[in-house]
């Protein structure tokens, strides 16, 4: 589309002035093409209609497609007296003009002395509550489901098993160790299935923990760019993976407020942000300084809690599901946090070190509910299909509607990041027997037409209401988690000694 110097709107305004107040179509697109240059006919044209108070196809464009008084200056300034012919918008001559709706059709009208204000305005835009009051019952089971969920997956009840043995039982590392192996783990973690970036892919990284210091090592362990070999096997960075290492390296090396290793940096750095960040905003503006510093690799400043509002707007818009899982662990799983522990300590001294980690994980210091949902294909296909039954159009933002969600129910966000967990981490598995969510439109199972049940008939018959309590009752015998194995969903309080 040709940008101009100056909006159309505004060159047919002056056009019309300069033309005593009253031209033809043909005479404003003379005097703006003789002033501006090739100013685009039809636009010029289009732009007329929209401006115009008493033309009927002005409602066509989005401009004037909402009820209102045509008192609008920007649009609002020419009146037709002929065809192809306007003079300036006089109400107090041509008499007051509207944008109507009647019959559920929008209208250009000229207005009667008894007509007010409020029977033009449109109705208002329902939230995206209003919109979804015919399945509020249902979306209110589905986040207390998914809280349920998110407390056994914090709540130590679902454990790394296999997982991530190096960051959790490797002697050899030191904590400082286990956090930087930790967040390259995470930043890896983008094509290939969980399990295999969690052991494969956590040796691959540990090969680089080992024999890396500064980025120039990258070309001695990372082959033709992308292959990392290991004893007997190898892996293979994807996508912008390297890049990534790259930048988390160089802005290490360069960081020279203390002396040390890239893992003992990487804590340093992480301290500076916990000790200077905490309270409102917190965990966003922490957030913003990894992916600026990390993520980007740029040269370290002095952090500042005060951070340009646009920028944080900025960064929020931006897509950083790694990002913001290692966060998200960072914060909320307690396995992860006693690394951080034993690291801030490691680094800090014991005092320090203990204050800097009460700091984190206060809720009032950095609370959980500023993390952002790591937000996958997965969550965006569940909540679609949940609500877009009853919210017309197709929801693209399953964040915005996680973080609705979260602050109707005061939780974080993240709580639906268990969908995926206990969801699409089974169908890849295989393990359709004890999907979190039973048989679905979703599934991966090859399935005839007419045998797939949508996502608002298949997860909720496990979880109704009693209609005498607010809590969620259980059906044993139906649990979709299988046997015995969905008994902390059904009560506020969890057993810790439960294991799943």
């Known amino acids: 589309m040709p940008r101009y110097i100056k909006p159309v709107r505004l060159m047919i305004r002056e056009a019309v002035e300069a033309l005593s107040g009253t031209a033809t ?26 401006c115009t108070v008493n033309h009927p196809s002005r409602v066509h464009y989005p401009e004037n497609q909402k009820p209102r008084i045509c008192l609008d200056e920007r649009y609002d300034f020419l009146y037709r007296i002929a065809p192809c012919t306007v003079t300036l918008y006089d109400p107090e001559k041509h008499g007051l003009w509207a944008i109507v709706k009647e019959e559920g059709k929008l209208k250009v009208k000229k ?11 449109a109705p208002p835009k329902p939230s995206f509550f209003k919109r979804t009051i015919g399945s509020r019952d249902l979306i209110d089971r589905f986040v207390k489901v998914c809280i349920k969920l998110d407390e ?38 983008q094509f290939y299935p969980y399990e295999r970036i969690w052991t494969v892919g956590e040796r691959a990284m540990l090969k680089l923990l080992e024999e890396v210091t500064d980025p120039k090592d990258l070309e001695h362990v990372v082959i033709n760019g992308r292959v990392i070999k290991l004893n007997g096997e190898q892996f293979i960075l994807v996508r912008d993976d390297l890049e990534r290492i790259q930048k988390t390296y160089t802005f290490l090396s360069s960081y020279s407020e203390v002396d040390g290793s890239p893992s003992i940096k990487l804590v340093h750095f992480l301290g500076q942000l916990i000790g200077k960040l905490h309270g409102k905003g917190g965990v966003v503006k922490l957030a913003y300084y990894i992916n600026r510093h990390l993520w980007h690799g740029k040269p370290y400043t002095q952090v500042s809690f005060y951070v340009d509002r646009r920028e944080l707007k900025k960064f929020l818009e931006q897509s950083r599901k790694r990002l913001w899982m290692f966060l998200m662990f960072l914060r909320r799983d307690p396995s992860i946090q006693q690394i951080l522990r034993n690291a801030l300590i490691e680094v800090y001294g014991s005092s320090k070190g203990a204050q800097l980690y ?19 294909m997965w969550n965006q296909r569940l909540f679609n299909a949940l609500i877009g039954r009853v919210v017309p159009g197709k929801l693209r933002d399953a964040k915005k509607i996680a973080r609705k969600l979260a ?55 496990y979880y109704r209401k009693d209609p005498s309590t607010p809590q969620l009752k259980c059906k044993p015998q139906q649990c979709p988690i299988g046997q015995n194995l969905g008994a902390n969903l059904c009560t506020r309080i969890i057993n810790r000694t439960f294991k799943h």
């Open 407 to 461: 602050e109707k129910y005061d939780i974080s966000p993240t709580v639906f990041d268990v969908t995926f967990e206990v969801g699409a981490n089974k169908c890849k598995q295989g393990e359709c027997v004890n999907c979190s969510f039973g048989d679905n439109q979703l599934c991966q199972k090859e399935r005839r037409e007419g045998e797939i049940c949508p996502l608002t008939e298949w997860l909720y018959p």
């Open 25 to 50: 179509c043909k005479e404003i697109i003379n005097y703006i093409r003789e002033k501006y240059g090739d100013v685009n006919e039809g636009t010029i044209r289009c732009q007329i209609t929209i």
């Open 358 to 376: 009460e700091l984190w994980i206060n809720e009032e210091k950095f609370s959980t509910k500023e993390l952002e949902l790591p937000s996958d």
């Open 152 to 189: 056994l997956r914090f709540a130590g009840t679902i454990d790394w098993n296999g997982l991530a043995t190096n960051i959790f039982h490797n002697l050899k590392l030191s904590n400082s160790d286990k956090v930087l192996l930790f967040w390259l783990c995470s930043i890896i973690d």
């Open 111 to 121: 207005l009667s002395e008894h007509t007010t204000e409020k029977h033009l305005k």
